[in-house]
C-alpha cells in the first residue's frame, strides 16, 4: 500500500512539472523569433498535442513552416487553424502569402480578400493583395491596393515601387515615372526601380541622357539587366 502511495505522489510530481500548453507555445514563439524555426514547429506539436483547438498554435506551426519555405505544409497548418476558428484574419493572411510564394494568385486573392474583409485596417493585406493582383494582371486593382499602403505610410519605397509596375501594365507611363522617382528617392539602393526608370525615360518619352543615367546606376548596383540597355542604347 505504501509503494502505491509512492507511486501516485511521483505521478502527481510529474505532473506538476509538466509544463503547461502556454509555457510550451511561448516557447515555441521564443524560438521562432530566434529564428530556430524547425526546433519551434516541435513545441508548436506538443501544444497542439495537449489541445486540437488551439488554433494559435496551428496558425504559429505555419508561420514556422513557411519561414523554412515548406509551402504545403504551411498551408495545410493554416488551413486547419482555419477550419477551426474563421474568424480570425492572420490564418487567411498567412496562408494568402503562401500561396503567393507559390505563385497561386488566384488562392492568394481569395484569402487575401477574406482577412481583409475580417479586418480591414490592417494594411500589409493590401499590399500583399496588391502583389497577388499584379501577378493576376489586374492592374487597376492592385494601384488602388497600393494607393492605400501610401496614404498610410508615405514612405513605403516598395509600394511605391510595385505601384510603378501596375501604372505600366496599365499603359501610364507619366504616373509610373512618378511612382519611381519616389521610389528611388525613397531607396536609393533599389537596382531594379532604376532599371525601370530607365527603360521608360528611354522607350516612352525618348530622354536618352537621363535613361542611360538610371540604367547605370542600375548595373552599379548589381541589376545584370540594365547591361544590355546599356550595350544596345548607351554607347557613344
Not at 116 to 145: C, H, K, M, P, T
Request: proline share 2%; aromatic share 12%.
Amino acid at each position: 500500500m505504501k509503494k502505491y502511495f509512492i507511486w501516485i505522489a511521483l505521478v502527481a510530481l510529474i505532473l506538476s512539472c509538466s509544463p503547461s500548453e502556454q509555457e510550451l507555445f511561448d516557447e515555441g514563439v521564443k524560438l521562432m523569433e530566434s529564428s530556430q524555426y524547425q526546433q519551434s514547429v516541435s513545441y508548436f506539436d506538443r501544444v497542439i498535442q495537449k489541445n486540437p483547438e488551439n488554433t494559435s498554435a496551428l496558425n504559429a506551426k505555419g508561420v514556422a513552416l513557411f519561414q523554412q519555405a515548406k509551402y504545403d505544409e504551411a498551408i495545410a497548418s493554416f488551413s486547419e487553424s482555419i477550419e477551426k476558428d474563421s474568424t480570425s484574419y492572420k490564418p487567411f493572411f498567412n496562408r494568402g502569402n503562401a500561396y503567393l510564394e507559390k505563385k497561386m494568385y488566384k488562392e492568394s486573392l481569395l484569402d487575401y480578400n477574406m482577412a481583409n474583409g475580417l479586418d480591414s485596417q490592417q494594411i500589409d493585406v493590401n499590399y500583399n493583395r496588391g502583389l497577388a493582383l499584379l501577378g493576376l494582371e489586374e492592374y487597376e486593382d492592385a494601384i488602388f491596393d497600393f494607393d492605400i499602403v501610401i496614404q498610410a505610410d508615405s514612405n513605403q519605397a516598395l509600394a511605391h515601387f510595385n505601384r510603378a509596375k501596375a501604372q505600366l501594365g496599365n499603359n501610364d507611363p507619366v504616373a509610373a515615372i512618378g511612382s519611381l522617382v519616389n521610389t528611388v528617392n525613397l531607396d536609393n539602393r533599389n537596382g531594379a526601380a532604376y532599371y525601370l526608370l530607365g527603360v521608360t525615360q528611354m522607350s516612352a518619352f525618348g530622354q536618352k541622357d537621363d535613361g542611360c543615367a538610371n540604367l547605370k546606376l542600375a548595373l552599379n548596383l548589381g541589376f545584370a539587366e540594365a547591361k544590355s540597355w546599356i550595350e544596345d542604347f548607351c554607347k557613344e
